[in-house]
């Protein structure tokens, strides 16, 4: 069977049997099929299998919409006040020239990145909606380097499963699987509408992952670690894990 008639079969099969005979057995057969998010504290509901088995299956390849410039909206909303810390506060005084990003975990090698050897990868453009789970959203040009081209540059190892991405602002953490991670879409940004990425927005550097709800785009990465579990790695957040759209 080609893979794409295969795919179709499952993902009917997922549905199907949800239909008929309720959310646990279709987790059990995405179960079959890989197709189970990572818990979060040790559990997950067939509900939220369900939603990542089918638009795994579906979605994979997909890409988010994108816009003409004419549909960027007129302000970037700014979601809650910007992050201050001492710390953080040196760091945009200096122009962010200190701003480092960490990336650790399983891959070839390990380091450290500033702003300008980040700026310095192939930059990408794109026009897309960012939408928070409380409502509102906007349209905005996304400027940065696709989050796949810095993986490759460490040498990402093939075990990778999972991106654990941290912000500076420690109440900032979340974690993607490796379909996300490498989708072209995904970008570590660092310009907004033609200029920097201002810090209400996340600046000097965000994660903006447009398949996913706004709250997986992080803002003030500093730091990416992968892994190949997300076991032991409990995140505070009250939201679903994968928050696809
Ligand atoms: N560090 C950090 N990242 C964050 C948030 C935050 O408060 N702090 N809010 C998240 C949520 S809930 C949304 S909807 C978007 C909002 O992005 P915006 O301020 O550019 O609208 O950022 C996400 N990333
Ligand atoms: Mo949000």
């Not at 990778?160 to 953490?173: F, G, K, T, V």
């Not at 989708?183 to 398949?211: I, W």
């Not at 996913?212 to 803002?219: I, P, T």
Request: aromatic fraction near 10%; include cysteine.
């Amino acid at each position: 069977m080609n893979k794409l008639s295969r795919r179709k079969l499952i993902t009917g099969a997922v549905a199907t049997t949800a239909g008929v005979s309720g959310l646990a057995v279709a987790a059990n057969l995405a179960d079959r099929y890989g197709l189970i998010p990572p818990a979060r504290r040790g559990f997950y509901s067939p509900g939220d299998t369900l939603t990542y088995a089918s638009q795994r299956l579906l979605t994979r390849h997909s890409m988010a919409r994108e816009f003409p410039r004419s549909e960027i909206s007129k302000t970037p909303f700014v979601n809650g006040p910007p992050f201050q810390s001492a710390e953080f506060k040196r760091l945009e005084a200096g122009g962010f020239s200190g701003w480092q990003l960490a990336i650790d975990g399983l891959v070839a090698r390990p380091g450290t990145l500033s702003l300008a050897q980040i700026r310095s990868y192939p930059s990408r453009s794109q026009i897309t909606h960012l939408a928070c789970e409380e409502g509102w959203s906007y349209i905005a040009e996304w400027t940065g380097v696709p989050l796949a081209h810095v993986l490759e540059a460490v040498g990402m190892l093939p075990q990778a499963r999972y991106l654990i991405y941290s912000s500076m602002d420690p109440n900032w953490e979340d974690s993607m699987d490796m379909a996300d991670a490498l989708h072209p879409q995904t970008f570590l940004a660092y310009g907004l509408n033609g200029g920097d990425l201002p810090v209400g927005n996340g600046g000097p550097l965000r994660m903006r992952v447009p398949r996913q709800l706004g709250y997986k785009s992080v803002k003030h990465i500093n730091r990416l670690k992968v892994t190949d579990t997300l076991k032991g790695y409990a995140s505070d957040s009250s939201y679903s894990w994968y928050a696809g759209i």
